[in-house]
Nanobody, 117 residues
Framework: QVQLVESGGGLVQAGGSLRLSCAAS????????MGWYRQPPGKQRELVAV???????NYGDSAKGRFTISRDNAKNTVYLQMNRLNPEDTAVYYC???????????WGQGTQVTVTS
C-alpha cells in the first residue's frame, strides 16, 4: 500500500506560478510511474504530467511548455512546477502512483489550485 501526501496548492493570480509536491510512503516498488492529474470543476479528471523513475516524462496538452514535472527518487517525491498559470488551470490536482508491476494506482487526497483573472 502506498500513501501519497500532496502540498503546494493555493490561490494565485493569472500569470503566476505554483509548485506542487507529492511524497510517497509505504511499499515503494522500483518499477513505478508518478505524476499529476487534475479535475476542473464539472469536468473529468485529466492527465497533467507523469514521470518514470528513469526520468522519462509525458505531458498533457494543457501542460506542455508551461509545466515541468520532476522527481527525487531518494525521497520518493514528485514535483510539478506550474508557470504562466491561467484561470483554465483551476482544478483539484491529484498525485498518482502507478505500480508498474501490479498495474495498480494509488491516489492522493487532492490539492486545490485556483487561478484568478
Amino acid at each position: 500500500q502506498v500513501q501519497l501526501v500532496e502540498s503546494g496548492g493555493g490561490l494565485v493570480q493569472a500569470g503566476g506560478s505554483l509548485r506542487l509536491s507529492c511524497a510517497a510512503s509505504g511499499i515503494i516498488f522500483s518499477s513505478n510511474v508518478m505524476g499529476w492529474y487534475r479535475q476542473p470543476p464539472g469536468k473529468q479528471r485529466e492527465l497533467v504530467a507523469v514521470i518514470t523513475k528513469g526520468g522519462s516524462t509525458n505531458y498533457g496538452d494543457s501542460a506542455k511548455g508551461r509545466f515541468t514535472i520532476s522527481r527525487d527518487n531518494a525521497k520518493n517525491t514528485v514535483y510539478l512546477q506550474m508557470n504562466r498559470l491561467n484561470p483554465e488551470d483551476t482544478a483539484v490536482y491529484y498525485c498518482n502512483y502507478h505500480n508498474g508491476l501490479t498495474q495498480r494506482d494509488s491516489w492522493g487526497q487532492g490539492t486545490q489550485v485556483t487561478v484568478t483573472s
